[in-house]
């Protein structure tokens, strides 16, 4: 895809132009990502997983240069190991979340990542962390970031409610993702879960087919001929 | 005197042939030669006391203060050399206020007692420096509940019920083992330890007792212990020697 004089213009890095979504209920946390990674109009990945565990019990939602999230959470994932030995157990999800701020903030100019970190852990239970970038670092009872989140704000502020089951929050983020990937380009494909709680980590997958639609997308139809 | 190795106790680099560092046994000497500190973990807390010999009248008394907060949930009781003591209390507020910079989270006690007697064993391991002639007592309290840590000049930490350093340990520890310390609260222990150090300290001369705690009843924050309780304390510990005199 070069020009005449030789630029690769018309081809940019592989982005996660990206919904995800992040919720704590009674007892845990659920997060939920899409699976598209566009590299300009290009859907590089229509099933890439944009959750990355960096604990046990603490996951990582990228969104932003592919690149960059998944360097700062290889980086986290190691720091946050390191931490674990010499602490002699789990670090809490506040301090992971730290470890992710710090990696954001002091290399802002280099980096375009917005991450979502969500975990459980015993003395503070479900808790949901949004760093955007720049590297702000907000606790939260939920959060939303990516291209497609612009489209669900108001959504959750109206649906979310404090002390949910763990199935009403799940239902909560396959509706959220699915709401906008409808709207948004650079979001598609599949929605993965994951919840976590005190009895550990727990993924589910939520396929292209089984994806609620919503406003006019077009239904799968076998032929126009069927009217017949 | 026993312990004099010729020639071999020049540098902290230098083996003696039956296997010691001389420089950390004279180190360890400032500290045994200088005034008691004792610290005992209460069931709620832990206290500190200092036992610091006036030199001269013309002092004002409350200055050359000898514990320190590091952070809000742990603080430090130098014993030797107050001078060099001050240097490791520094090096720890560091050690804490990086930590939360990095982690986020308040420095666990056991995690900062590793790494002050790491600093302080590096003295012990270079020829171009000397060990610290001091001691530090390390009060915290933190999610795993109260805790009391000694880091000697050497560079070993250890974790105690109650122990006492300085000129008067050995009396100090035995009185210190009587005392039922899963029994006993910061209130209570406050007295007690101004009992020990009235107790071992040389009558003839005057000192200044400085008490420290964290404790629930200083909302697990490490402070002096309130002038109206330290000198309740200080006048129950006379009262209680005024009766051993006499009996």
Known sequence: ?228 | MSGIGTGYDLSVSTFSPDGRVFQTAYAQKAVDNGGTVVGIRCKDGVVLGVEKPVASKMLVGGSNRSTYPINQQTGMGIAGVSADGRQIVNRAMQEATQYKGFYGEVIPGYVLSERIASYVHLFNLYWYVRPFGAALLMASYDSEGPQLYLIEPGGTAHRYFGTAIGKGRQSAKTDIEKLKLTELSCRQGVVEVAKILHTVHDEEKPFELELAWICDESNKEFKRVPADLAAEAEQQAKAALDEDMDS
């Open chain 1, 1 to 228: 895809m070069t020009d005449s004089s030789g630029d690769w213009t018309g081809l940019q890095a592989p982005a996660t132009g990206t919904t995800i979504v992040a919720v704590t209920f009674d007892g845990g946390v659920v997060l939920g990502a899409d699976s598209r990674v566009s590299t300009g109009t290009y859907v590089s990945n229509r099933a890439s997983d944009k959750i990355a565990q960096l604990s046990d019990q603490v996951y990582l939602l990228r969104s932003g240069s592919a690149a960059d999230t998944q360097l700062v959470s290889d980086y986290v994932r190691y720091f946050a190991e390191q931490h674990a030995i010499g602490l002699s157990e789990p670090p809490s999800v506040k301090t992971i979340a730290n470890l992710v701020k710090q990696m954001n903030y002091q290399n802002k100019q280099m980096l375009e990542g917005a991450m979502i970190i969500a975990g459980w852990d015993r003395e503070g239970g479900g808790q949901v962390y949004g760093c955007p970038i720049g590297g702000t670092l907000l606790q939260e009872p939920w959060t939303t970031d990516g291209s497609g989140s612009t489209y669900i704000w108001g959504y959750l502020d109206s649906a979310f409610r404090h002390h949910m089951t763990q199935d009403e929050a799940e239902e909560l983020v396959i509706t959220s993702i699915s709401l906008a990937m409808a709207r948004d380009g650079s979001s598609g494909g599949v929605v993965r879960l994951i919840t976590l709680s005190k009895d550990g980590a727990r993924r589910r997958l939520v396929k292209g087919d089984e994806v609620q639609l919503y406003g006019e997308e077009l239904q799968m139809q076998s032929s126009s001929m069927d009217l017949l």
